[in-house]
């Protein structure tokens, strides 16, 4: 039902910063745990950051804790992930992805709806 839509990715120099936003496009969007995933060429799809419906409970992948944080303005149906410091490793196709269960995951399996993915390069 939820559309996802991810954006905000792009070039950076290694130890800059962005943003990428997930927008939703149903206002149900409050229901839903929001996660972002990554997953750079050959390899399996990592866990980056999650926010539940309670917006005080928050998970982060060791690859980016200090480095990365996860808010939601859902006034707006939108999730955000802010990135600083970033490293050549950041380099992956981002993903937004929702899941309406009652705990925050950080397992990509049990995330039901996702987006198409944003770009993000990190140069070396």
């Known amino acids: 039902q939820v559309q996802l839509a991810e954006s905000g990715g792009g070039l950076v120099q290694t130890g800059g910063s962005l943003t990428l936003s997930c927008a939703a496009s149903?206002?149900?969007?409050?229901?839903?745990?929001v996660a972002w995933f990554r997953q750079a060429p050959g390899k399996e799809r990592e866990f980056v950051a999650a926010v539940g419906r309670n917006i005080s409970v928050t998970k982060y992948g060791d690859s980016v804790k200090g480095r990365g944080v996860i808010s939601r303005y859902n006034q707006v149906n939108t999730v955000y992930l802010q990135m600083i410091n970033l490293k050549p490793e950041d380099t992956a196709l981002y993903y937004c992805?929702?899941?309406?269960?009652?705990?925050?995951?950080?397992?990509?399996?049990?995330?039901?709806?996702w987006g198409q993915g944003t770009q993000v390069i990190v140069s070396s």
């Open positions: 149903e206002y149900t969007f409050s229901d839903y745990n």
């Open positions: 992805a929702a899941d309406r269960s009652l705990t925050v995951t950080t397992d990509k399996n049990q995330y039901v709806l």
